[in-house]
């Protein structure tokens, strides 16, 4: 049996669970969020648990029971808490800031950079090397947050360009003179 699969997931004060058929809606303080499981899984209230079963052990079904486990407790966690993806702009001169709803980077281009959010996520910029994106939808933070990482990636040598906090970025040696002259 999936170890995922089989825990339990909590729901919070606040947060109601709705199951209409293969649809799970997800409600809370924070907003509302629905997704489609598949057939083969089943998903049950009990008390202040849910608890998420699979009708057979084929290969295909087993699989199914931890994402669906999975992305079940991502929205009961988005509804309640919400996610948020931090980035640091590392480089003399690149730096963000906020037009209206926009985000406008300055990462060593031509032209400055325009990201239109997506709905539902809101960016902030704190200081000017450093980016917040919040949201209640996993996916979305993270698709947004590595839309804006992949603006201007971090390069080895000097370590310039976007990236999360706490990422390590492995520096490369540059270009070694000749010896001997």
């Not at 606040?14 to 058929?21: A, F, H, Q, R, S």
């Not at 997704?35 to 009708?55: A, D, F, L, N």
């Amino acid at each position: 049996m999936s170890r995922i699969g089989k825990k339990p997931i909590p729901l919070p004060a606040g947060v109601n669970l709705k199951i209409d058929g293969t649809l799970v809606k997800v409600k809370g303080p924070k907003g509302e969020l629905s997704q489609e499981i598949p057939v083969e899984t089943k998903v049950r209230q009990e008390k202040e648990q849910v608890i998420v079963e699979r009708s057979n052990d084929t290969k295909h079904c087993k699989s199914m029971h931890g994402l669906v486990r999975t992305l079940v407790a991502n929205m009961v966690e988005g509804v309640s808490t919400g996610f948020t993806k931090t980035l640091e702009i590392h480089g003399v001169g690149y730096r963000a800031a906020m037009q209206g709803k926009k985000l406008v980077l300055n990462v060593g281009y031509s032209q400055p950079v325009e990201i239109e959010p997506f709905s539902g996520i809101e960016i902030e910029v704190p200081a000017p090397n450093k980016i917040i994106v919040q949201g209640i939808d996993k996916q979305k933070v993270g698709e947004m947050a590595a839309m804006i990482r992949g603006v201007r990636k971090p390069e080895p040598y000097k370590g310039k360009g976007i990236r999360y906090e706490n990422e390590y970025v492995r520096r490369k040696a540059g270009k070694a003179g000749k010896a001997g002259k």
